[in-house]
């Protein structure tokens, strides 16, 4: 009995080694196509088209394989420590988290802005495209008192809300130019958005607005045509349309925005040495959106004349959160106010 199990075992080992063979080479196919998947998937880049959103599978294909490690927010409950963490990677999408209002620091957030709507500078050597020679200031005049505060600090990082086309009016183009300074230029209506894009600012630009909650939002977007700076979120701010101007075009675009702070991340800084906030009407409330404690903001200049909660309503907050008013200023075209940080400037 034993001889001949022995004898038909010998038999057998050609086949069973021929099996073997198989499995070796079929598991080192699937490992080789697995790791090429999966560097596919990391470094691939997206960008939208007009009015075009990100499916949840395409996201979730980049999660899978970029998804960095955040301190989800303490101020928020959703998503916090529970089974919905590791559930979102299936379902992350705009519609998705902004249904489910997403924490300002959540990974789906922030890598949906790096692969869908975060641009990065040009290089170095591409020089700026601008409409005028001028080496005038083109700040209506909130620059000149910003850069006495900062004594003419060279390679700062600024953050413009409201860019429009990164030169008319621009608070940070002479910063860029004449002080070598860098940042993140954001401006939601698309018409002007191109213009800015064609500039070549050094700097990381967003075709998007800022949520007015702390989570991302899809808001509508009334554009302005004859007069862009006027551009705004509908029906949230003091009304700035009127029917029967010349060059108003009263059409109105779906746009999505996310909170000033989950940007931030996703360009990777927390510290600002000038911000500029001019979103007709919306700034106190996206103010409110940020995480003071988080980011590190020397200074700001700040349009209050449409915040209809007041200049008052809007110095009480931030220096509530550890600001100075410089002064409320009545610049050409512009009402601003200028803030310091306490503990940053000597005044």
Known sequence: MTKGFSSQSKRNLPRIAILLLLLVIFLATHQKNWASNKNWNASKKFQLAKNDSPDPQTISSVLHSTLPHYNLMEETSEFRKSAKQTSYRNKCGLDYMNANKMEQDHPCVIETIRQYFLNKPPPSNVPLKLDSNDAGNRSPGQIDVIMRLLKNQTKGFFVECGALDGEYMSNTIDLERKFGWSGILIEANPVTFKKLSARHRKAWTLPMCLSLEPFPTKVTFQMKVGD???????????????????????????????????????????????????????????????P??????????????????????????????GFVKIGAFDFLWSKDVIFVQNQSISI
């Open 228 to 290: 862009p700076g006027h551009s705004h979120i509908e029906g949230e701010a003091e009304t700035l349309q009127e029917p029967g101007i010349p060059g108003v075009d009263p059409s109105l675009i779906e746009v999505q925005c996310f909170p000033f702070y989950s940007i931030l991340l996703a360009v990777g800084v927390t510290q600002v040495d000038f911000l500029s906030l001019d979103v007709e009407g919306h700034e106190l409330k996206i103010l409110k959106t940020i």
């Open 292 to 321: 003071w404690r988080k980011l590190n903001i020397k200074t700001m200049t700040v349009e209050w004349d449409h915040i209809p909660e007041g200049q008052e309503a809007l110095s009480s907050f931030m220096e509530a959160n």
